[in-house]
């Protein structure tokens, strides 16, 4: 038989250990951290029973809103614009304990995100695709039960969070993805122009920035009828020229 006293001595050996192991102590502080997978801070006793989970499920237009308990009972269902002051004077009215607030990716997710994030509340950007194997699994497929199916992947935890970028980032890509498209137009207008006057046996041959289009202009200069077809699409390059300098 082994006295108490020696599972005293134990539990006080393993409380010193954890005291003096840093490892430990940043396991046990996690614990009470938001996780990608597991559950949320804890909240207090008497907000614990009011916890919810929002799933949002988002168009050009409206956005349907489900809010459930921890259980996953539904508790409140909502259509409203697709503006974030809407979204959030919903969820604030209904929801004032929201725990997650899921949201799939898409067109809208990134303004969406950044602006009910700045609003406050503890939006989540969660994979489309991984979410897609639970909701296709609902026999009706609409707006609204595509909302509670999110609500409840949300409250239980079985989701792929997403990076969101921020705008700046995708203001840069689009000034690049931009710039791409105006190089690519004024390469199909070079090709164009050299097919035309190579059927009537004129070759501009090779010519770099505006000596193709002075080139161009003398070969159909003694030509009024190739002129009109050819002169307003190098007079076009020109202009996307300036601005892909």
Known sequence: MVSHSVFGRRSQR???????????????????????????????????????????D???????????????????????PSDPEAIAAFIESHA??????????????????TELNRLGLPVICIDARHAKAALKMQINKSDR???????????????????????????????????ALLVKIKRDLENQIRGLLKNLGLVIGPAKMNVFALRAAELTADRPELAAAVTPLYRLMDAISVHTA
């Open 145 to 179: 039960n595509d909302a509670v199916g999110i609500a409840r992947i949300m409250q239980c935890g079985w989701y792929k969070e997403v990076r969101v970028k921020a705008l700046d980032s995708h203001a840069v890509k689009a000034l690049l993805v931009s710039r």
């Open 96 to 113: 004032p304990h929201v725990t997650r607030i899921g949201l799939e990716t898409g067109a809208t997710s990134t303004w969406l995100w």
């Open 58 to 80: 988002v168009s050009l237009k409206l956005t349907a809103i489900c809010i459930v308990d921890r259980t996953g009972k539904i508790q409140r269902e909502g259509v409203v």
């Open 14 to 56: 393993w409380l010193g250990a954890i005291r003096t192991s840093r490892p430990l102590r940043r396991a046990i502080v996690r614990l009470g951290r938001p996780n990608r997978l597991g559950p949320t801070t804890p909240l207090p006793n008497r907000h614990r029973r009011k916890a919810a989970t929002v799933g949002l």
